[in-house]
T-cell receptor, first 112, second 111 residues
Framework: GENVEQHPSTLSVQEGDSAVIKCTYS??????FPWYKQELGKGPQLIID?????GEKKDQRIAVTLNKTAKHFSLHITETQPEDSAVYFC???????????FGRGTSLIVHP | KAGVTQTPRYLIKTRGQQVTLSCSPI?????VSWYQQTPGQGLQFLFE???????NKGNFPGRFSGRQFSNSRSEMNVSTLELGDSALYLC??????????FGPGTRLTVT
């Protein structure tokens, strides 16, 4: 089955800095890669996703890149703000399976 | 549109009891998935229902079961509760494709 590795497990940055979270996957059949943000006491919120026919996708301060050959994808957050502090999860999903495999999460701490 | 709702939000049960959790998906979404989230194992897939049929199932024992009603609302049941079942149970709805939208979860504590 699919295996998703996520790094780092904890990331501490100063407000205004950039943050990068990286994930690797093992199943070449995976073609959908969502990213979720989970704040304390809440469920994961879908913040951005990318499909395997696209190399990069941006939405304001966040962007995701995908390298299918190397089987890795990354989340980039620019101009971080304290409200970006949360746990971020990556996931990989093979086409048509409806079963995502999640990474173990990255706790992002943005210091004011 | 209203988001995914889950009830109850918190639950305390004793070992050996059973529990039923409820999920109401986003209006128009026909797929409902359930996940277990624990600090040790992370987010693990339980099962997925589409149009009242279980379409996919994760690697959990038969004590974990679910169902979906004609209005797409879903329930999951855990019988003979064990201490290790303590977790945040998350429901996610999807319009039928790959995008999933999570509810706030039900925090289950087994004592």
């Amino acid at each position: 089955g699919e295996n998703v590795e996520q790094h780092p497990s904890t990331l501490s940055v100063q407000e205004g800095d950039s943050a990068v979270i990286k994930c690797t996957y093992s199943d070449s059949a995976s073609n959908y890669f969502p990213w979720y943000k989970q704040e304390l006491g809440k469920g994961p919120q879908l913040i951005i996703d990318i499909r395997s026919n696209v190399g990069e996708k941006k939405d304001q301060r966040i962007a995701v890149t995908l390298n299918k050959t190397a089987k890795h994808f990354s989340l980039h957050i620019t101009e971080t703000q304290p409200e970006d502090s949360a746990v971020y999860f990556c996931a990989a999903m093979p086409g048509g399976s409806y079963i995502p495999t999640f990474g173990r999460g990255t706790s992002l701490i943005v210091h004011p | 549109k209203a988001g995914v709702t889950q009830t109850p939000r918190y639950l305390i049960k004793t070992r050996g009891q059973q529990v039923t959790l409820s999920c109401s998906p986003i209006s128009g979404h026909r797929s409902v998935s359930w996940y277990q989230q624990t600090p040790g194992q992370g987010l693990q897939f339980l099962f997925e229902y589409f149009s009242e049929t279980q379409r996919n199932k994760g690697n959990f024992p038969g004590r974990f079961s679910g169902r979906q009603f004609s209005n797409s609302r879903s329930e999951m049941n855990v019988s003979t509760l064990e201490l290790g079942d303590s977790a945040l149970y998350l429901c996610a709805s999807s319009p039928g494709a790959d995008e999933q939208y999570f509810g706030p979860g039900t925090r289950l504590t087994v004592t």
